[in-house]
């Protein structure tokens, strides 16, 4: 919330009734200002005083959905200008051009590297969201016919893309209930395109004259229509000045909470670009600063998982570790001579080090332990990973009751804890494993229970 505890406490009507729940007005502002507390419950606040909060309450950059589904998009929402600050929340949805102008195997090429895109990481599934369907003959049956087909095929979220309020209108009422971005309302069609969008209740992106007043004139426009879910493009297609313009509108949003720039943005990188590399250099510009939906001509997996990459690191947030679940992971189908192996739970350490024990075939059980995230070096640093807790978790596992043998593996980085891991596990022998996940498969095929 934007307003301090005083600035709401002056909203409220001072009487200190307690029908909220608590003995006072300012204790409850307090509480409306840490968002423990939500206006409803007071009674007895004025509309006006409701007005004010409500829209004093509202997210800086509003989140907006384009999408239904597993694969709807929601982007916007944030609320900070760095990462290091708190954390970004909705990452952009990266988009792929496809036109009316198009023959079918170009189309149906999109279409399945749509689908064949894909790449797994960190236990997370990477991949592109969304298609911009773009009429380049003001055909509106055109358009709809290669929306759906598109959108049948893949489930993508979709940007109907027009110069032509007919070809939107027949397109955007077709696809309703896919809730697409209608894109783009101008200077030169606004009225019509904001009362389609009203009308279908989609979000509708602004397109401005390359000047950040041309986009300010319209979403004042479009607000005052009763609008709520817009997309900013500029109109911009110089890579320096359109860079500048995202910053631009992300401080005025968050610094100045100026509302007609508090929206997320589309960048066509395909317009900014010559072909799909430098594209790809667009598109992770504003991966970085500070894209909502990004659009590329093509797709093609050298250029994707770069990005995918990218956003992943980006939008991962900073303070919570990614982690893997404690328990005991068996890989390559293990028995009761099978090895054991104990790792921490950050999650790229676990992904590094099941991959390196599946590409060995040897049949091996890994132990995960809880190390809140941190990699080996940090949590036995940190004493989350210490002889003692990497004891106590092999006691409690159930590791023991699933083979025969008595010995350990733990990572080569972690040596020194074997001694204290011997004393907590009496009768077994601690072996060290190599330092590096990748001399994995070699030191597993040397390894013998007996
Ligand atoms: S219910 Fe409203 S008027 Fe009564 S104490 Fe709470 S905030 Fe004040």
Partial sequence: MGLTGIQI???????????????????????LASGKAELDKCPHVSDEAKEQLASESAPPIRPVTIGTGDLAVKIGGETVLFRHEKTFVNPPGLATVVSTDEDDPSVQGKIDRFKECQFDRVGLLLKSEMFVVSDTSGDGAKLTALAKKVS???????????????????AAGELKDRKPLIYAATSANVDALGELAREVACPLAVKGDGTLESVIALTEKLTGMGLKD?????????LKKAFEEQIKIRRAALKDKFRPLGFPTILMANEMAEGLME??????????????VIALSDLQPHVMFPLFLERLNIYTDPQRPMTAEQGIYPINNPDENSPVLVTCNFSLTYFIVSGEIESSRVPAWLCVQDTEGLSVMTAWAAGKFSGESVGQFINKCGIKDKVKHQKIVIPGYAAGISGE?????????????PREASQIPKYLKGWSSS
């Fill in 152 to 170: 049948d095929a893949t489930g993508a979220a979709l940007v109907l893309k027009s110069d032509n309020v007919d070809a939107l209108k027949s």
């Fill in 9 to 31: 406490f002056k909203l409220l009507p001072k009487t200190n009734c307690g029908d909220c729940g608590v003995p006072t007005c300012l204790a409850f502002a307090m509480n």
């Fill in 279 to 292: 594209e790809a250099l667009v598109a992770a510009t504003f991966v970085a600063k500070y894209g909502g």
């Fill in 421 to 433: 891991l011997e004393e907590e596990l009496p009768g077994w022998s601690v072996m060290v494993g």
């Fill in 230 to 238: 817009l997309v900013l493009d500029t109109g911009t297609r110089d």
